[in-house]
């Protein structure tokens, strides 16, 4: 095979593959992290998911009953922690991109937590 046909093949399927890995942002919001706050979607067997992303929880807030399970993970290439009075994922900056943290609730309250390296990094659970 000539190099110029290999190198348009080559280029082809760069192309191919390129546009498989669009997003499809269907909210209508053009995108912006400040818009796309939402509900936290309830984690199997009952509780909460929040995301790490753009330097905030994602949602801030969540309500979950007590006995739910909360799981964070960190969505963004920076380090992040949970730092709670009654809780912490560890280390500051610990938790890198693609780690988890679960803390189980055992008793009804609000429950405020940040990032220690990013302090206006905020958010709450609330245990009913």
Known sequence: MKPSIALLIACFSLCLVAAG?????????????????????????GGAEVSMEGIKFNPSDVTVKVGDTVTWTNNESVGHDVTADDFKSGDPAAMQSGDTF??????????????????????SVEVE
């Open 21 to 45: 890995c669009g997003g499809d942002d269907s909210s209508g919001d053009g995108g912006n992290a400040d818009t796309k706050q939402q509900a936290a979607p309830t984690s199997e067997g």
């Open 102 to 123: 679960q803390h189980k609730f055992d008793k009804a309250g609000t429950f405020d937590y940040v990032c220690s390296v990013h302090p206006g990094m905020k958010g």
